[in-house]
């Protein structure tokens, strides 16, 4: 086995990306945290901006920290994400999470099921690290996810609603359905219920083979209000953050991750199968000159947006550890090494903090402007499925 599976390199650098924001990103004026800091400096470049899907993402790391270096200071840490997103984001008049706040103030008030799968993924995480109200709060706000945003006769769930929840978006997307699935796996996984982990199974089934087996088995982003396949969806917007078009490689290591995952916990043959399909797929946008993932592909399996993004390298990371422990097969001990390098050589910052995004001869974009949501949440989820899957 090589450096990247030692147990200690792991944790030296998933601790690594911790110190880049801790204490850093604590907001002392308004509460919780900020996560525009610089990706090189450490830098606060905007001490007001809070992003729900960050908010969530840092209480979720902290938590983790519990598990992995002990209470003191990341149980504070995991406390203080719990509350701020109980207390600021979450709107006490009309249920639901703000999307957007500057200091502690709403500036965006959608309703998007991608944010609302992330508060239950931290509250999740954060009542496994023994966080004071977070077992509550995790009940309630999956109870919301499934009252509001669930549609139980597509087994999948809708992705936005206006502030008062009178209007749904008409667009319907994979990507919150993907995180709701990782959100109910992780509740599973800390709770034991069940509804979770049935969830979880109907949602990944539903994209990964019904929806997926009108694509040859790739997942596409897009679908109408009745989860027909929307190709032309955002076709002149490749770069959107959030809806991107085209196939993404990145999407399809994650998904294999997560049925990875769900394989340890039920009993469901097209599992192993379809996540090993899937790495093929993301595999297939591996840039076999510079290294690294195309951020996406057309239908026809081509670059569209030729930038590497250092979520999808880290998913991959994940994908490959968690099919290592499934398969133990070398070929996914080749992919985990050859990802590890790329991801050490080209997406470490010399602050110990992952880049978001380079270009296509892998030199790395400045820090960007407006609110951000990658609080390390990628690399550290890399570094934990490694541990979890690779013996510890």
């Given amino acids: 086995m090589s450096a990247y599976t030692d147990a200690d390199w792991l944790r030296d650098h998933l601790g690594d ?13 308004n509460g919780g945290f900020v996560a525009q800091l610089d990706a090189e400096t450490g830098e606060s470049y905007d001490p007001d901006s809070k992003h729900l899907v960050a ?3 840092f209480t979720r790391n902290f938590a983790l920290a519990v598990e992995l270096f002990g209470t003191d200071p990341w149980l504070g840490a995991a406390q203080r994400g719990t509350d701020f997103l109980h207390e600021h984001f979450r709107d006490a008049e009309h249920g639901g999470y703000h999307w957007l706040l500057s200091g502690t103030t709403p500036t965006d008030s959608q309703r ?3 944010g609302h799968a992330f508060v239950v993924l931290a509250y999740a995480r954060a009542t496994d690290a023994g966080v004071d109200g977070a077992a509550d709060r995790l009940d309630e706000a999956w109870t919301l996810l499934d009252e509001r945003f669930y549609e139980p ?3 999948l769930y809708r992705s936005v609603f206006d502030a008062d929840w009178d209007a749904a978006e008409a667009y319907r997307g994979q990507n919150a359905n993907m995180h709701a699935c990782e959100a109910n796996i992780v509740a599973y996984e800390v709770t034991g219920e069940t509804r979770y982990l049935d ?35 955002n076709r002149d917007d490749p770069t959107h953050q959030f809806r991107p078009w085209g196939y993404q490689p990145g999407h399809h290591a994650e998904w294999a991750k997560l049925l990875s995952i769900l394989d340890r916990h039920a009993e469901a043959d097209w599992l192993l199968d379809r996540a090993r399909e899937l790495f093929d797929a993301a595999t297939t946008g591996w840039d076999d000159d510079r290294g ?9 399996g081509e670059p569209v947006v030729d930038d590497k993004y250092s979520w999808e390298v880290a998913e991959a990371i994940g994908a490959a550890a968690a099919l290592i ?29 992952w880049y978001e995004r380079v270009d296509v001869d892998n030199e790395p974009y400045p820090t960007g402007d407006g609110p951000a949501v990658e ?12 541990l979890r899957s690779l013996g510890e």
């Fill in 325 to 353: 422990e499934r398969t133990g097969r070398d070929r996914y001990r080749e992919w985990y090494d050859r990802c590890w390098e790329y991801a050490v050589e080209t997406m470490v910052a010399p602050s110990g903090n």
């Fill in 112 to 114: 998007v099921c991608y």
């Fill in 17 to 29: 990306v911790l110190a880049f924001y801790y204490p850093a990103c604590v907001d002392e004026r």
């Fill in 292 to 300: 690294g993932f195309y951020y996406s592909l057309d239908r026809a």
């Fill in 199 to 233: 969830r979880a199974l109907t949602v990944a089934e539903r994209l990964c083979v019904d929806l997926a087996g009108e694509t040859e088995g790739r997942i596409w982003e897009h679908y109408t209000d009745d989860w027909s396949h929307d190709f032309a969806y």
């Fill in 375 to 386: 609080p390390g949440y990628h690399p550290i989820g890399a570094c934990y499925e490694s």
């Fill in 153 to 155: 006769d597509q087994g």
């Fill in 55 to 57: 908010a969530a993402r």
